[in-house]
C-alpha cells in the first residue's frame, strides 16, 4: 500500500512538500510516478523517478519547480513543490511499478504501467 500525505490548502507561490510512504515494500526497488487529477480533467502524469539511478523526469508546468525524491531509510518518496501556482489545484496520487529496467522509460506517463497506487490527496492552491 502507497499512502500520500501533506496535501493542503496553501496560497499562491508558497510550497508544500507532499510524502509517499509504502508498508509491505523497499520503494528503492520501483519507479516512482507522480500523477494529479483536478476537477473536471483526466489523470496527469507530471513526474516519474528511476529506481536505477537518480535520474528523474518532469512534465514542462512543473520542470523547475516541483522535485520528485527519495528517502529510501525511511522508504518515502517526496514531491517538493514550489512556486505553487491556482492551476496546480488536484488530487495527488503517488505510484509505483517494479519493472526489470528499474528506469522511468518512455512509458512513465501512462498509467496503465504502474502497479500500486496511494489513494490520492488534495491539494489546493487559492488566495
Known amino acids: 500500500q502507497l499512502v500520500e500525505s501533506g496535501g493542503d490548502l496553501v496560497q499562491p507561490g508558497r510550497s508544500l512538500r507532499l510524502s509517499c510512504a509504502a508498508s509491505?515494500?523497499?520503494?528503492?526497488?520501483?519507479?516512482m510516478g507522480w500523477f494529479r487529477q483536478a476537477s473536471g480533467k483526466e489523470r496527469e502524469a507530471f513526474s516519474c523517478a528511476s529506481a536505477k539511478d537518480n535520474s528523474t523526469d518532469y512534465i514542462d508546468s512543473v520542470k523547475g519547480r516541483f522535485t520528485i525524491s527519495r528517502d529510501n531509510a525511511k522508504n518515502t518518496v517526496y514531491l517538493q513543490m514550489n512556486s505553487l501556482k491556482p492551476d496546480d489545484t488536484a488530487v495527488y496520487y503517488c505510484a509505483a511499478d517494479f519493472r526489470l529496467s528499474r528506469l522511468c522509460g518512455n512509458s512513465w506517463h501512462q498509467a496503465q504501467t504502474y502497479e500500486f497506487w496511494g489513494q490520492g490527496i488534495q491539494v489546493t492552491v487559492s488566495s
Open positions: 509491505g515494500r523497499a520503494l528503492e526497488h520501483y519507479v
